[in-house]
Nanobody, 117 residues
Framework: QVQLVESGGGLVQAGGSLRLSCAASGIIFGISAMAWHRQAPGKQRELVAAITSAGSTNYADSAKGRFTISRGNAKNMVYLQMNSLKPEDTAVYYC???????????WGQGTQVTVSS
């Protein structure tokens, strides 16, 4: 089992920045990828950014050029640096992790990001 805890959400004005953190604990050996997803009210959950254990990254078109995903040296942390935030970035942001040995992934409880215009 893997437990994920997000932090760093909050209220920010448009154009501002936030840095989200996610700490993984439990049996984290073999985590092959970690990611951030988000879900806005009335919308489906969508991928924002992902990073593999090898360091390869993938971003949603809406995040390219503004958001950066990274992993900590200890490999149990993943971060999402969000710059130039827009009101449409308002959502609950969820951390996700996948292990090689599992056919399913793990989700955190989410952290609210609200961008005011």
């Amino acid at each position: 089992q893997v437990q994920l805890v997000e932090s760093g959400g909050g209220l920010v004005q448009a154009g501002g920045s936030l840095r989200l953190s996610c700490a993984a604990s439990g049996i984290i050996f073999g985590i092959s990828a970690m990611a951030w997803h988000r879900q806005a009210p009335g919308k489906q959950r969508e991928l924002v950014a992902a990073i593999t254990s090898a360091g390869s990254t993938n971003y949603a078109d809406s995040a390219k050029g503004r958001f950066t995903i990274s992993r900590g040296n200890a490999k149990n942390m993943v971060y999402l640096q969000m710059n130039s935030l827009k009101p449409e970035d308002t959502a609950v942001y969820y951390c996700y992790a996948k292990r090689n040995i599992d056919t399913y992934g793990y989700w955190g409880q989410g952290t609210q990001v609200t961008v005011s215009s």
